[in-house]
Nanobody
Framework: HVQLVESGGGSVQAGGSLKLSCQASGCNVGRACMGWLRQAPGEEREGVAVIDTRSGGTLYADSVKGRFTISLDKAKNTLYLQTNSLKPEDTAMYYC???????????????WGQGTQVTVS
């Protein structure tokens, strides 16, 4: 049974930083594409960043390029998202997800965590 558990969300002021974590169990994150996606109230879910854990290749949404960094610790089976220079428009529920392809398209992910809330004021 694959399980993804996010943590690290919180409330910060604009310009601040948070580091989100996603602990995976029941699967080897080194054999999938792992992504961070987010959903703001009243908005559709959108892809933020994805890492191909086999090649190390990354992909970011234009809105977060240069501010967010996705990384993976294979030994800990944990995915991270370092978020810097946060803006109020980054406020959303952030989800960790696993899929087969490196994409920012939410529908392409088959396993999802419960999410961690990020609020920027």
């Amino acid at each position: 049974h694959v399980q993804l558990v996010e943590s690290g969300g919180g409330s910060v002021q604009a310009g601040g930083s948070l580091k989100l974590s996603c602990q995976a169990s029941g699967c080897n994150v080194g054999r999938a594409c792992m992504g961070w996606l987010r959903q703001a109230p009243g908005e559709e879910r959108e892809g933020v960043a994805v890492i191909d854990t086999r090649s190390g290749g990354t992909l970011y949404a234009d809105s977060v390029k240069g501010r967010f960094t996705i990384s993976l610790d294979k030994a800990k089976n944990t995915l991270y998202l370092q978020t810097n220079s946060l803006k109020p428009e980054d406020t959303a529920m952030y989800y960790c997800a696993a899929g087969r392809t490196s994409t920012l398209v939410p529908a392409r992910y088959s396993v999802w965590g419960q999410g961690t809330q990020v609020t920027v004021s």
